[in-house]
């Protein structure tokens, strides 16, 4: 398997565009989490599902953020309109159980301006 | 209150050294717990899992107070490659979520 996938690696937008952040968790694993690492607040999970179910979305920061997973392949992660302390990077993680291992992609570095 | 908390360090040792971070977390309900390790500008992948009974890898051995709700990483012979980032992860009260720690960075020095 090649691993949890996400694109793009590296995004640069201007201030109130709208930024789309994708993801193809591990085939079988039933657990997707988005991370959003800063070198002030580390690592905060944003939101994660359950079988393709958005199950806790407490750590979205604010409207502006959403997320999606339409099927077991494929996740979503939408800031509109992005800002300049959206500037983070963004993981995406899959777990084939919710108390075990999560397998990380490499990350999108999200720079607003 | 964080729901987990780290030194951030930095710790810088010499090779050979014994080096040990220690991680604090707020739920006490908690049943699993992890270290990760994170390279500069790479994902965190995982370390070792931390079991009640303590557990020991090689080099690394972790420890878990339940009273105390704290969990410890010893790296004893420290290499050059062992510098790194590492981040303390507990999971939530359903179980399927995974906060993690800010990290402490370790640096390991000739």
């Known amino acids: 398997d090649a691993g949890v996938i996400q694109s793009p690696r590296h995004e640069v937008t201007e201030m109130g565009q709208e930024v789309t952040l994708r993801c193809k968790p591990i085939s079988g694993h039933d657990y997707l989490f988005w991370y959003r690492q800063t070198m002030m607040r580390g690592l905060e999970l944003l939101i994660y599902f359950n079988n393709n179910v958005p199950i806790d979305d407490s750590g979205m920061p604010e409207d502006r953020f959403s997320a999606k997973m339409p099927n077991a392949s494929f996740s979503t992660l939408k800031i509109q309109p992005s800002e300049p302390r959206d500037s983070a990077v963004y993981f995406c993680?899959?777990?084939?159980?919710?108390?075990?291992?999560?397998?990380f992609g490499q990350g999108t570095r999200l720079t607003v301006v | 209150r964080k729901e987990v908390e780290q030194d951030p360090g930095p710790f810088n040792v010499p090779e050979g050294a014994t080096v040990a971070f220690n991680c604090t977390y707020s739920?006490?309900?908690?049943?699993?717990f992890f270290w990760y390790r994170q390279d500069c500008r790479k994902e965190p992948k995982l370390l070792m899992s931390v079991y009640s009974s303590g557990n020991e890898d090689g080099r690394f051995t972790a420890q878990l107070n339940r009273a105390s709700q704290y969990i410890s990483l010893l790296i004893r012979d420290s290499k050059l490659s062992d510098s790194a980032t590492y981040l303390c992860?507990?999971?939530?009260?359903?179980?399927?979520?995974?906060?993690f720690g800010t990290g402490t960075s370790l640096t390991v020095i000739p």
């Open positions: 739920n006490s309900a908690s049943q699993s």
């Open positions: 993680a899959s777990s084939p159980s919710g108390g075990g291992e999560a397998f």
């Open positions: 992860v507990v999971n939530g009260n359903t179980g399927n979520q995974f906060y």
